[in-house]
DNA sequence: GCTGTCCAAAGGCATTTCCTATAGATCGAA
DNA sequence: TTCGATCTATAGGAAATGCCTTTGGACAGC
């Protein structure tokens, strides 16, 4: 089969007008390029240079090698190139998993960060769900994520990033006193997120653990995708909901008006981890796990403070 | 270095997703698609596919080599149609020596004749002298070549096609009687071609050697490059001129007007030989050499039967 | 005719390539 | 959970390839 030795060999050939000037521009012996020019003109079943006295004249066949040799050559430097610019963040995509409510923690600025140091990439943060995410890691389809806890694989580098706490969330003070306790929940008319996840979702099973050991179901009246929708309904003043410090406080001054929040008794929590495969991580991924840990845990650090 | 081996196996693993399928499809065992891969990403520096479970996931990186990978074996690919097309005479160009009055022997014809027969083909016939073709073909810058003897090369193949016979011609039919001899030419206004070739080309060396026997040299009136401007100046009264009866017949009625010839006594032939070095012909020239054998010798025989 | 230059051929060493066999890991099904 | 099928990684050996040095032959220029 055709190599790009050879092509090389016929290319320096072709430049230098003989066996030895290409030999010496290549580094190798008269022998060496002789022998691959001529292995050449075996695979291709052609006569390359036409040998005569002491200097060889390329044929018609060699003219039209030359532009196609010169083509493969540089596709493969261009190949050595593109690889070598994705290795540099230069280019290429980065791939990150997130839990579904993500945005409200990370926002737009993990995203800022990581096209300022690497103006050239492009970004993916993929993600329903925990455990689709999880899942996703399993099968090698993402490098690295960040989701809620449990993590139950070994193979899996767990990091743990920042503790959430659930809180209720309702637009009549009046049920914002002290203590909601599970019995509450179970009384009260709820709006939940994540209605096609609520089978695996941690945080609905947690609440239904609680709630059934009052001996009622969870039962909201209500059920949604998105975190924000359920809040808007909330403040509509149509049901109550719960959901975690860290989104509220990540919503900032966009959490609808006439919303108050207050916490669960016994407390809830959520811990949220960076995880990847164990084994060596991509510089990309590298890159990004660095990013969203120290993010998660400043904002670990933040919320704690505003509690203490 | 980079090998195309390498990234056909990566194309392949890439596109069938395992290396075991990969090695079916290449017809390889599994273990060598494996190295190749392996070496690849060592040479790229870079990880290519995540071993994951028992199936491989292709990095962004594999994703950035991917198109380079394939523009590389497409260029090889083409390389090899490219030079198969020229080995079949679909394409490429034909370099074909001829002696430089050849144009009133092959005219246009040949030219048509390889054109009917390899639609694709360039022709290029090169040559202003005879002695500057076969210099030509010593250095092996032409492969093959028409041009007048002697050939003096015992490396050459020499294969004469065609006598001709130098005749005299006049404006002025009282100057045509029925012998002109070396004493008629050495008196003789003469306007002859090939100025810049006098010291080598055959027909003056012959002239000057037939007239130089007289006791007078050849000293010609007028000098001209081109016979067909020798003969212009010829059908204006100028001056008496000497040329190959093939050069009248193949000017045909392109004659200028007036002109008669008359031969020489001595006569003088020149032979016309089509010439190669020894060993293969490319199939590009073997079509011309052979059409021009066919043409010149057909030539040849008509000339002959008119002189009988 | 002599000399320097170039290609071709031969022999030998080192590396690469490819194979078989096997071990280790994982996934899906029983 | 276990078993079997499937896939990758590794090891070791055989074959092929690549490259070198040496040498011979042809040619060009002095």
């Not at 959490?255 to 995880?275: C, D, H, I, K, N």
């Amino acid at each position: 089969m055709l190599s790009l030795h050879q092509l090389r060999c016929f290319l320096a050939t072709l430049e230098h007008g003989s066996f030895t000037a290409a030999a010496g521009a290549l580094g190798y012996a008269q022998p060496s390029i002789s022998e691959q020019v001529r292995l050449l003109e075996q695979q291709l079943d052609t006569t390359l240079f036409r040998r005569v006295g002491r200097g060889l004249v390329p044929t018609e066949a060699a003219r039209a090698l030359q532009p196609h040799a010169s083509a493969a050559l540089a596709a493969v430097d261009e190949a050595g190139r593109a690889v070598a610019s994705v290795r540099e963040l230069l280019t290429g995509t980065v791939r990150f998993g997130v839990f579904r409510t993500a945005r409200f923690y990370l926002a737009a600025d993990l995203v800022a960060d990581v096209l300022q140091r690497h103006p050239g990439v492009r970004i993916e943060l993929v993600g329903q769900n925990s455990a689709e995410v999880l899942e996703h890691l399993r099968k090698g389809r993402l490098e690295a994520a960040v989701i809620a806890l449990p993590v139950e694989d070994e193979n899996m580098v767990v990091t743990p990033v920042l503790r959430d706490e659930l809180v209720y969330v309702s637009a009549d003070p009046t049920r914002l006193h002290a203590r909601i306790t599970p019995a509450d929940l179970a009384a009260a008319q709820l709006v939940l997120p994540d209605a096609s996840w609520r089978e695996t979702d941690t945080t609905r099973r947690q609440l239904a653990q609680a709630v059934q050991r009052t001996g009622h179901p969870l039962r909201p009246r209500i059920e949604v995708e998105d975190t924000e929708t359920a809040l808007d309904i909330a403040a509509r003043g149509l049901a109550d909901t719960v959901t975690w410090r860290g989104v509220l406080h990540g919503l900032g001054d966009r959490l609808p008006a006439g919303l108050g929040w207050a916490p669960l008794r016994p407390a809830m929590y959520e811990t949220f981890a960076v995880v990847h495969r164990e084994g060596e991580l991509s510089p990309a991924s590298r890159v990004v796990v660095d990013l969203v840990t120290a993010r998660m845990r400043g904002l670990d650090r933040a919320m704690r403070a505003r509690t203490g």
